[in-house]
């Protein structure tokens, strides 16, 4: 029997993570649209508003419903405004793993979101749901994506040699995929211990099940 990941909502001090809804689209396709997320992703390039509305309405909760994953956005508590979106993918449910990643909207970068929303994310996964192990993957170039995996406490394991394919721009503003490593992250559950501190004074994190 395949398991699944209930519907959640996870709130911190400043964010909620929910499941995406209608009501996300517009932001969710400008936001895929940014520089950094077309370098470091395989989000299609241009992302148009459709795309976002299969994403939302047919491939997060396919992916949910099959126990591959779940797609959570990231908001803001007092505006409601999408920041980002957590992902879970890759989830074998025998060995309680489970690969996260993350994508923050440009205006929204420089808070802390991503730390904090990925540390929520893996206190709830190790905490209440029983994971054994979180898994990151890093671009060797992404630095940022590095600052935020050691922030939460991850340990980094290695390097998967030209794993990964990151994309650029070239002179006449199109995008062109370039080869790099992958820096393999992992989370278990004893990593967690004080990693907290790391994101002082926002209070902790609160999980409500089958949230509509």
Not at 120 to 128: R, S, Y
Not at 146 to 159: R, Y
Request: with cysteine; charged share 25%.
């Amino acid at each position: 029997m395949t398991s699944t990941f209930p519907s959640i909502s996870i709130s911190t001090e400043r964010l909620v993570l929910r499941p995406l809804d209608e009501d996300d689209v517009p932001a969710l396709a400008e936001m895929m649209n940014d520089e950094q997320v077309g370098a470091w992703t395989d989000v299609p390039q241009p992302y148009t508003e459709e795309q976002a509305r299969r994403w939302i309405g047919e491939y997060a909760p396919a992916e949910r419903a099959a126990g591959r994953g779940l797609d959570l956005a990231v908001t803001e508590f007092l505006t409601q405004r999408l920041v980002g979106v957590v992902q879970l993918t890759k989830t074998n449910w025998h060995i309680r793993s489970t690969e996260l990643s993350y994508v923050i909207a440009p205006w929204a970068r420089g808070e802390g979101y991503a730390s904090e929303a990925a540390l929520a994310t893996a206190q709830w996964l190790l905490g209440d749901q029983k994971f054994e192990r979180i898994e990151l993957r890093t671009a060797a170039g992404n630095t940022a994506s590095q600052q935020v995996a050691q922030k939460i406490g991850c340990i980094s394991e290695g390097v998967l040699r030209n794993a990964c394919i990151a994309r650029v721009r070239t002179e006449d503003g199109t995008w062109t995929e370039a080869r790099t490593d992958f820096i393999v992250w992992s989370l278990l559950p004893e990593d967690l211990e004080g990693a907290g501190e790391q994101l002082a004074d926002t209070g902790g994190f609160t999980s409500f099940s089958d949230w509509n």
